[in-house]
């Protein structure tokens, strides 16, 4: 088992507290930084919002392409990226289906969230998990097995059939009228 992240979309009320506590955390600038929040908005009405940043997908296909091998995937399953050897081709970019690592405008090369690991090696929660007011997202850990109804997969996620994001997420129900 991995670090996953467990959100549930039917308590995010996308006020972006998350967004900020990453872009804090990494003292990022302008519009840098790792998670964002989308709105959703599926034919069937189920309205919510979707807090996504890097899956730590089991098959990263960010990995897989990069041509500078700066991916590498640690035992707990977390993703990193080391931007210092990175040329910012852009490959792992285009190749996400989330748009996870993206180019930093202060460094010219692309990052990607890494779960926060400085944080888990010092026995605490990435720092948009603390800062989510309403408890919508949570991460399980790798002892940890998935909660009973929990899915891998919501609407707004792109593609994701090959990637095999460890993001969870408790069913978004379409409001009772």
């Not at 296909?61 to 081709?89: I, M, N, Q, W």
């Not at 190749?95 to 930093?104: D, F, H, I, L, N």
């Not at 926060?116 to 603390?130: D, F, G, I, T, Y």
Request: net charge positive; aromatic share 8%.
């Amino acid at each position: 088992m991995t670090w996953r992240f467990l959100l549930n979309p039917g308590l995010c009320i996308g006020c972006r507290s998350c967004e900020m506590a990453c872009r804090n955390e990494f003292s990022t600038e302008g519009a840098e930084y790792w998670r964002r929040v989308k709105e959703i908005n599926p034919p069937d009405g189920a309205f919510y919002f979707l807090s996504i940043s890097c899956n730590h997908c089991e098959n990263p296909e960010c990995f897989r392409v990069c041509p500078e091998r700066t991916y590498r995937k640690r035992k707990d399953g977390v993703v990193l990226h080391d931007p210092r050897r990175c040329s910012a081709c852009g490959k792992c970019t285009r190749a996400c289906p989330v748009k996870a690592p993206k180019v930093s405008l202060v460094s010219g090369k692309v990052d990607k969230c890494n779960f926060c690991v400085h944080r888990l090696e010092n026995s605490q929660v990435p720092a948009c998990v603390v800062a989510c007011p309403m408890g919508a997202l949570a991460i399980l850990s790798p002892a940890e097995p998935d909660p009973e109804g929990v899915v891998n997969y919501v609407q707004g996620m792109g593609d994701v059939l090959i990637t095999k994001p460890t993001t969870r997420f408790i069913v978004v129900r379409k409001p009772e009228v």
